[in-house]
């Protein structure tokens, strides 16, 4: 049984669910918030979760195998790396910081620890992109040649710190749901990208904080293939389409928790309903007790995050190429 703290009760009410989801694997046995009153609501009054707001406290307790981060992206990083200094393995939410050394830094923490990290990339361990990731793999329809993917929602809320403070999200709509289709680009085509392109919009400047509300970038591949990407929080559109030398194939939605469509040509491919989330800390389960390699590890957020840093550099050269 792994014995598991929760930090932060925002996404981390999600994440509780996917742990109660494997009775036989996990046991949440702390949920720690700054606002203790909105943990025990995460909670529902489980009297199993004992509510803290006092982090150092729940590191330094032996007790705890697992730590789960699910807050801020700044915060990432050093909790991070004080949960894997304590001893703990970790889940850290995307993305999985707010810069390039950063990430670096905790990928190195977790090899000094000996300790497991796995990056919160829960599509990656879903069926439905597993198998769209076996059909590009296995050049079912041939080569690819484009990608096409999306990931938005609407509205810009002020009174919430992801449009609102820099310093907190790290970044705008790249930062927060563009990693999604950096993700999806990279484990749909099989490859890593040589090159991207991108440019910023935002129709609401005076409520994002610098940041963008909206952009669209490419990945170029070595083997040619491109892929189109938009991440906004002005749009309704969420999918992952890719086009092959002998037709196509896709999700949609691509990233919400919401059941995806998964077809290729006229046939649709379903598999039994289950919790993303779940699924991911089944495999991360199976990591520790098996001593088997973490797939989202740290060394793939921080890829990305080099990735998302190209991005910004072009963006801020008005659409200029740049070499990864």
């Keep these: 049984?792994?014995?598991?703290?929760?930090?932060?009760?925002?996404?981390?009410?999600?994440?509780?669910?996917?742990?109660?989801?494997?009775?036989?694997?996990?046991?949440?046995?702390?949920?720690?918030?700054?606002?203790?009153?909105?943990?025990?609501k995460a909670t529902g009054g489980d009297p199993g979760i004992s509510i803290s707001g006092d982090l150092d406290a729940v590191l330094a307790d032996p007790a705890i195998d697992l730590v789960d981060?699910?807050?801020?992206?700044?915060?990432?990083?050093p909790v991070s790396v004080k949960a894997l200094e304590a001893g703990k393995h970790v889940i850290c939410e995307k993305?999985?910081?707010?810069?390039?050394?950063?990430?670096?830094?905790?990928?190195?923490?977790?090899?000094?620890a000996g300790k497991l990290l796995q990056i919160g990339y829960r599509?990656?361990?879903?069926p439905y992109h597993k198998e769209l990731m076996r059909i590009g793999r296995e050049k079912e329809l041939g080569a690819i040649k484009l990608i096409r993917t999306c990931d938005s929602f609407f509205g810009v809320n002020s009174s919430n710190w992801r449009f609102t403070d820099h310093k907190l999200a790290g970044g705008g709509a790249l930062m927060d749901i563009g990693v999604y289709c950096i993700q999806g680009a990279r484990y749909g085509s099989g490859e890593e990208p040589v090159a991207v392109r991108a440019v910023?919009?935002?129709?609401?400047?005076?409520?994002?904080?610098?940041?963008?509300?909206?952009?669209?970038?490419?990945?170029?591949?070595?083997?040619?293939?491109?892929?189109s990407c938009t991440a906004s929080y002005v749009a309704r559109a969420d999918?992952?389409?890719?086009?092959?030398?002998?037709?196509?194939?896709?999700?949609?939605?691509?990233?919400?928790?919401?059941?995806?469509?998964?077809y290729k040509q006229s046939e649709?491919?379903?598999?039994?309903?289950?919790?993303?989330?779940?699924?991911?800390?089944?495999?991360?389960?199976?990591?520790?007790?098996?001593?088997?390699?973490?797939v989202a590890s740290g060394e793939e957020g921080l890829r990305d995050m080099r990735i998302i840093e190209a991005i910004y550099k072009s963006a801020k050269k008005g659409g200029?190429?740049?070499?990864l």
Excluded at 69 to 77: A, E, K, M, Q, W
Excluded at 206 to 224: A, C, H, Q, R
Excluded at 272 to 277: L, T
């Design 320 to 323: 200029k190429r740049v070499m």
């Design 239 to 262: 999918e992952l389409h890719i086009s092959a030398e002998k037709g196509n194939y896709g999700l949609e939605p691509g990233y919400g928790y919401a059941t995806p469509q998964l």
């Design 200 to 227: 910023n919009y935002n129709t609401y400047p005076d409520k994002m904080d610098g940041m963008e509300e909206t952009i669209v970038f490419t990945l170029e591949f070595p083997s040619g293939a491109v892929a």
């Design 123 to 126: 599509c990656q361990y879903d």
């Design 69 to 77: 981060v699910c807050l801020p992206p700044h915060l990432h990083f």
């Design 268 to 294: 649709k491919i379903t598999y039994p309903a289950h919790n993303q989330q779940a699924t991911q800390m089944d495999a991360f389960a199976r990591n520790i007790l098996d001593g088997t390699p973490v």
């Design 1 to 40: 049984m792994i014995r598991v703290a929760i930090i932060g009760a925002g996404i981390g009410a999600e994440h509780l669910e996917g742990y109660r989801a494997l009775p036989e694997r996990f046991q949440v046995a702390t949920l720690c918030d700054l606002d203790t009153a909105r943990a025990a």
């Design 95 to 112: 993305p999985f910081d707010i810069s390039v050394k950063k990430a670096a830094m905790a990928v190195d923490a977790c090899k000094r």
